[in-house]
């Protein structure tokens, strides 16, 4: 672990690994934290899906993981904020994680997280092979970029659409662990952060058009039904963090 850093953005002050690149502390009235300690998720916050054979494990060791098989379905693994929309997109959030892919996703699978206006539907959640949501924000993985390994950026937020940006790093390494941040301390212009760095920052992602628009976190690997029943995909997320500005 390196050492402590303090910073400062959207008016609040952050202290941020200076090594890791995870937020180790934020200063803001609104602030949400799951570690995936202990042995079960909290369902007073989260849903836990399992769509058809799709897994999800309960935590251990602080990782909670999700993966879907090679069956010809609708599959969906992973965790949403139970419809329960409390994030203002005004008040500038921002959405932190650390994850790790363990089976690149193959075929239609994708894994796509960050955070979303929609309500949870289970034959219409696809963001990147079909694009089927509304209102998000997402870093992704499929097939199409890097095999599934170079993470992309999608936004739409009902009238500026981003379509499928690559991020444009390197193909991550499987099991390795990297930190996700989506900043939205500037609902017109989304920044998108790997590791601390910038990505896509030749593209201007604008999620402004409506006002008080309330979003839940997303993470998840999802897939359609698969003609090749090869499209698998599992991931592991070490900890989410979201706060807000303002109430």
């Not at 289970?122 to 499929?142: H, K, P, Q, T, W």
């Not at 599934?148 to 659409?161: E, H, K, M, Y």
């Amino acid at each position: 672990m390196g050492a402590t850093r303090a910073d400062w953005r959207g008016n609040q002050l952050l202290f941020r690994d200076g090594t890791t690149y995870e937020t180790v502390k934020p200063i803001a009235p609104i602030v949400f934290y799951d570690d995936f300690l202990g042995t079960v998720i909290n369902t007073d916050v989260w849903t836990d899906l399992d769509l058809n054979s799709a897994t999800t494990t309960a935590p251990a060791a602080s990782v909670f993981n999700c993966a879907i098989g090679a069956v010809n379905e609708n599959a969906a693994a992973g965790l949403y904020g139970k419809d329960d929309k409390a994030w203002n997109l005004d008040k500038g959030p921002i959405f932190e994680c650390r994850m790790a892919i363990a089976v690149a996703p193959a075929n239609t699978a994708e894994i796509t997280f960050g955070l979303i206006n929609d309500s949870y539907g289970a034959d219409s959640m696809g963001c990147l092979v079909n694009n089927e949501c509304s209102i998000y924000s997402f870093f992704g993985f499929y097939t199409t970029v890097g095999a599934g390994l170079i993470p992309v950026i999608r936004t739409n937020d009902g009238v500026n659409a981003s379509g499928i940006v690559s991020s444009g790093i390197t193909a991550v390494a499987l099991n390795a662990y990297h930190v996700y941040r989506i900043d939205f301390t500037n609902a017109a212009d989304v920044k998108f952060y790997v590791d601390g760095v910038g990505v896509a920052t030749s593209t201007t992602f604008n999620m402004s058009n409506g006002a008080n628009v309330m979003c839940q976190p997303w993470l998840m690997v999802y897939k359609k039904n698969d003609a090749g029943t090869n499209a698998a995909g599992t991931v592991n997320w070490d900890y989410v963090k979201i706060w807000q500005a303002t109430r």
